[in-house]
T-cell receptor, first 111, second 115 residues
Framework: DAKTTQPNSMESNEEEPVHLPCNHSTISGTDYIHWYRQLPSQGPEYVIHGLTSNVNNRMASLAIAEDRKSSTLILHRATLRDAAVYYC????????????FGKGTSLLVTP | DAGVIQSPRHEVTEMGQEVTLRCKPISGHNSLFWYRQTMMRGLELLIYFNNNVPIDDSGMPEDRFSAKMPNASFSTLKIQPSEPRDSAVYFCASQRGGNMNTEAFFGQGTRLTVV
């Protein structure tokens, strides 16, 4: 029951901004949009989350479409360390507060 | 805080043996999640607890798997008997509160190999 759709892979140059898209057309009004990433050989790591408004933190920015059917994770200046699999996840009230991962987007950063 | 602590980091066992994976959540966190990750199936949520009570165990693959949380600072995931197809990386995560508006913190995982 995939709730989000992401590209399988993306590539970016180091020190360039990266925009990672996510479609979630079946989102409901109380669903939160979460982003996690997983670096090679590590556990997933929280990046950012939001409900309706755009969000910024030290790692990234989250831009949420006005209709909430899509969102974009923005890494303002990619580094080699940002190479990871990025997961866009809906935390839905009708499934408790489970954190269910899909396939994610594998981001390659080249020097 | 040391973060979510999982042990052991690596486990190799023979088919048919009992395996116990351990997790210590971050102090003050009252929700705990167990995941399994394989190349074929990705990250699968097995079970999660809130205040030591299982909330949803629908992801537990079969009766050979069981999870317990006897207190707020410790959880176990047991496989008995183990099979080669159980080989995977098992992650534990914890968060403060039982809600959607918070972040979860993951451990480094236990790599299980069943031969």
């Amino acid at each position: 029951d995939a709730k989000t759709t992401q590209p399988n892979s993306m590539e970016s140059n180091e020190e360039e901004p990266v925009h990672l898209p996510c479609n979630h057309s079946t989102i409901s009004g109380t669903d939160y949009i979460h982003w996690y990433r997983q670096l090679p050989s590590q556990g997933p790591e929280y990046v950012i989350h939001g409900l309706t408004s755009n969000v910024n933190n030290r790692m990234a920015s989250l831009a949420i479409a006005e209709d909430r059917k899509s969102s974009t994770l923005i890494l303002h200046r990619a580094t080699l360390r940002d190479a990871a699999v990025y997961y866009c996840i809906l935390r839905q009230s009708n499934s408790g507060y489970a954190l269910n991962f899909g396939k994610g987007t594998s981001l390659l950063v080249t020097p | 805080d040391a973060g979510v602590i999982q042990s052991p980091r690596h486990e190799v066992t023979e088919m048919g043996q009992e395996v116990t994976l351990r997790c210590k959540p971050i102090s003050g966190h009252n929700s705990l999640f167990w995941y399994r990750q394989t190349m074929m199936r990705g990250l699968e949520l097995l079970i999660y607890f809130n205040n030591n009570v299982p909330i949803d165990d629908s992801g537990m693959p079969e009766d050979r798997f069981s999870a317990k949380m006897p207190n707020a600072s410790f959880s176990t995931l047991k496989i008995q008997p183990s099979e080669p197809r159980d080989s995977a990386v098992y992650f534990c995560a914890s968060q403060r509160g039982g809600n959607m508006n918070t972040e979860a913190f993951f451990g480094q995982g236990t790599r299980l190999t069943v031969v």
